[in-house]
């Protein structure tokens, strides 16, 4: 079966830095997504990744490895207002989207 | 500014209703989307549509039904609704399949008492 696993919880301090790993087992790769949704709101768009490296946008990067199956969003400074739920998602070979069930992130002043 | 937007935000119906919710996208997208969250799972997809007339079953589609008549609307029916059916449902939209990110709407609340 597919699946995407990422953790639970994540807690860190204010103006710090946290990485939120992704591993996924899928029936194909095209692409993977990083979505942010804020309690009770509609997930929005991070990132995208489809080859393996790092892409760097503004405080947030992200990072694919297709032979490991692997992806993590790298959070630097973080704000009170990064408190939040990241979701990650594969895109299958028949370009379903697959998602993880979330990390909710908890930042400490 | 182009957008999505679901109607109601929030619904309670009884066991057994016919439910219909809304989604209107500006953004003039052939793809829409109608996913359900429930805590502890990540998005589940329950109907999906590459354009006018076209609807296909996703992983939880048993006791839904869409239809689409026009590129700007994707209504979801809840045939007899269950309370197995509580739950948060965005619908979303994308330029493409294959790269483009999906855009929410802000998701209605759903209770079945």
Redesign the interface.
Known sequence: GQN?DQPTEMTATEGAIVQINCTYQTSGF??L?W?QQHAG?????LS?N?LDGLEEKGRFSSFLSRSKGYSYLLLKELQMKDSASY?C?V?DSN????????TKLIIKP | DAEITQSPRHKITETGRQVTLACHQTWNHNNMFWYRQDLGHGLRLIHYSYGVQDTNKGEVSDGYSVSRSNTEDLPLTLESAASSQTSVYFCASSETVEMSPLHFGNGTRLTVT
């Open positions: 995407i095209n692409g997504f979505y709101e509609a997930p929005t768009f995208y489809v979701l998602a895109r370009y379903q989207l697959i998602w993880g069930a979330g």
